[in-house]
């Protein structure tokens, strides 16, 4: 069976979406939306970053996409600072009854206990009304701590703790509104950036520590929060700016699932502009990893390396993009609502073996 599919975006992870979605056998490139002219009319080959043309010129038409009536469409928009906006943008999709996947906002990816009813019930209802599905997911939140996990879980006899991790050098990731706007870095110590606001992080990573709580079968008592940050020790020239020695240059944070006084299930970040940065906090296998680690009987620890081109950074936006992509098939297929990992069988690169 083939899918009609439509990319909503095309910045550092629609551009890799795309990608895949020109690459996947049992996909059709329907449309492309994009949010300005300098990419209006442009073909979907140039703006993948392929060297041919594919014949779908990208529009900045919202309407005249979602007229198509796709079977998918593939949401990466940038949300983290239109988080409402960007929901309304869902909800259109699910109720004119097209199937979503969506790299943002990653809250949605499992909302429940995270957001109240009253958040989460109108896109269910715009789901239900437009018999669609709506599934959000990436590497992280993702499937670095979703499927990852509960993998290694299946081979426990006893979990006392788990505690996902990104431990990644960001000197090289193409984002200058995330790392600096969003994260902070190259600020002042004492300005807290919006990812540091009051329960901010707990709404973010949050859905990671409730989804793994609901299917490992875990009552939590409650979610916490806690952040450090670190000065550059010198200056240092990330993304054409310069980060001036004693501004943000590393940051560790981490959501904790406490039950009876024990924090059993963790999500930690640790990001550094420069790897000689906060050397006693966890060091990253190779140049950066996600890692897992469970502690019970027996010990797991798995470092996951990833590579693009040599880079890090981009290949985490590769593996984002790839997830969902891989998906559609199975989001398509499955019940109308909003979906989260667990609802969905395993998906895989099938087709891509060259």
Request: proline share 6%; glycine share 8%.
């Amino acid at each position: 069976m083939t899918y009609r599919v439509v990319q909503w975006s095309t910045g550092n992870v629609g551009r890799r979406t795309l990608r895949s979605i020109i690459a996947r056998p049992e996909l059709e490139l329907a449309g492309v939306w994009v949010s300005g002219p300098a990419k209006d009319g442009k073909d979907a080959g140039e703006l993948a970053g392929l060297d041919r043309t594919v014949g779908v010129t990208a529009t900045t038409d919202a309407q005249a996409l979602i007229a198509l009536k796709p079977d998918c469409i593939v949401h990466t928009a940038m949300a983290d600072d239109r988080l409402m906006e960007a929901v309304e943008d869902l909800k259109t999709f699910l109720r004119a009854g097209i199937n979503v996947v969506s790299s943002s906002p990653v809250f949605l990816q499992f909302p429940y206990g995270t957001l109240p009813d009253e958040a989460i019930t109108p896109i269910i209802d715009a789901a239900t009304e437009g018999d669609a599905s709506l599934w959000v997911n990436g590497i992280d939140p993702g499937w670095a701590n979703d499927w990852l996990p509960l993998l290694l879980s299946s081979g426990s006899e006893r979990i006392d703790a788990i505690i996902c991790s990104e431990l990644m050098d960001y000197s090289t990731y193409d984002n200058p509104k995330v790392l600096f706007d969003i994260m902070g870095f190259g600020s002042a110590l004492d300005e807290l950036p919006l990812l540091l606001q009051p329960n901010v992080l707990t709404l973010a990573w949050g859905s990671v520590i409730r989804q793994l709580a609901a299917a490992l079968d875990i009552e939590l008592d409650t979610v916490t929060q806690h952040f450090e940050r670190l000065p550059a020790t010198e200056p240092l020239k990330i993304g054409g700016r310069v980060i001036e020695e004693g501004t943000a240059a590393a940051l560790r944070f981490q959501v904790h699932g406490v039950r009876a006084g024990r924090e059993i299930l963790t999500l930690e970040h640790v990001t550094r502009l420069h790897p000689a940065l906060a050397p006693d906090w966890p060091q990253p296998a190779g140049k950066g990893c996600y890692r897992v680690e469970i502690k019970g009987e027996p010990d797991y620890l798995l470092d996951l390396q990833l590579y693009s081109n040599g880079d890090h950074a981009e290949a985490g936006i590769v593996g984002t993009a790839a997830r969902l992509v891989s998906a559609i098939p199975a989001v398509v297929e499955a019940r109308p609502g909003l979906l989260t990992a667990t609802d969905l069988p395993l998906t895989t690169g099938r087709g891509l073996v060259s």
